[in-house]
């Protein structure tokens, strides 16, 4: 029951982070916005990949709310990018409710172990 309730409430926002962040240049990509926005130039000189390999990651990434794009309106052709504030809430909300859920059980576990281990042995 838990895992249905967690994958299927958080699915659109998680599912697609958690897909757009499984490529480690977009996960990158990711870090390097974190820190400040950033021309697409700067994107590209950062990475050993093409200009619109650089691009697609950054659709990708756009796609599924994580980043937006901004142009500046001193240059009309260039472009900034930057992380989306918030964008990242949901999957750290989901990856908590993960952490408790193992937590939880694995106390239980642990407890079950102590009782066990405390019980006398039954005699055969």
């Known amino acids: 029951m838990y895992n249905s309730i ?12 958690l897909a ?8 990158a ?5 974190a820190e400040r926005p950033r021309r ?7 990475f050993p990949v093409s200009q619109p390999a650089v691009s697609r990651h950054l ?10 794009e ?5 240059d009309h052709r260039g472009r900034v990018y930057r992380l989306r504030p918030g964008s ?9 409710e993960v952490r408790r859920f ?12 102590e009782q066990e281990a405390a019980r006398p042995e039954e005699a055969s």
């Open 20 to 27: 757009a962040l499984a490529d480690p240049t977009r996960r």
């Open 102 to 113: 193992w937590a939880d059980h694995l106390e239980q576990f642990r407890s079950f172990v």
């Open 70 to 74: 901004q142009r500046p309106d001193d």
């Open 59 to 68: 659709r990708v990434l756009r796609q599924h709310g994580l980043i937006e």
């Open 40 to 46: 697409v130039g700067e994107l590209v000189a950062a």
């Open 88 to 96: 990242l809430d949901p999957l750290a909300g989901w990856l908590d």
């Open 6 to 17: 967690v994958m299927y409430r958080h699915e659109a926002p998680v599912g697609g982070a």
């Open 29 to 33: 990509m990711v870090e390097l916005l």
